[in-house]
């Protein structure tokens, strides 16, 4: 199994970003899948994740900023981020939870994928 998230870059406050996370060797259309994110000196955080349900839940820093969706069709999961503070700065990961668990702990994953790099400036 390989993931991989993409569509960081450097972006201004306020700025929005699209990261999404494609998948080898799974289909990530039947996992619960989890956004983390990881910035310098800091533990690793879950922010969003989606079950396969459809069901969402956030971290309150990113609540109503962030939303986390899936595109069955191309088996692709996205992270939405709006409203960008330099404080969301880190390297973001997605992540494959255990079957049939989901959440934000960063326990419940067990694979996970390359990171992307945001970067906000204020």
């Known amino acids: 199994v390989q993931l991989q998230a993409f569509g960081g870059g450097s972006v201004q406050t306020e700025d929005s970003l699209r990261l999404s996370c494609g998948a080898s060797?799974?289909?990530?259309?039947?996992?619960?899948v989890g956004w983390f994110r990881q910035a310098p000196g800091k533990e690793r955080e879950g922010i969003a994740c989606?079950?396969?349900?459809?069901?969402?839940s956030y971290r309150d820093s990113v609540k109503g900023r962030f939303t986390v969706s899936r595109d069955t069709a191309k088996a692709i999961v996205y992270l939405q981020m709006n409203n960008l503070k330099p404080e969301d700065t880190a390297s973001y990961y997605c992540a494959v939870a255990g079957p049939g668990v989901w959440g934000l702990r960063r326990s419940r994953y067990y694979h996970w994928g390359q990171g992307t790099q945001v970067t906000v400036s204020s």
């Open positions: 989606i079950s396969t349900g459809a069901f969402t």
């Open positions: 060797g799974i289909i990530l259309n039947n996992v619960a």
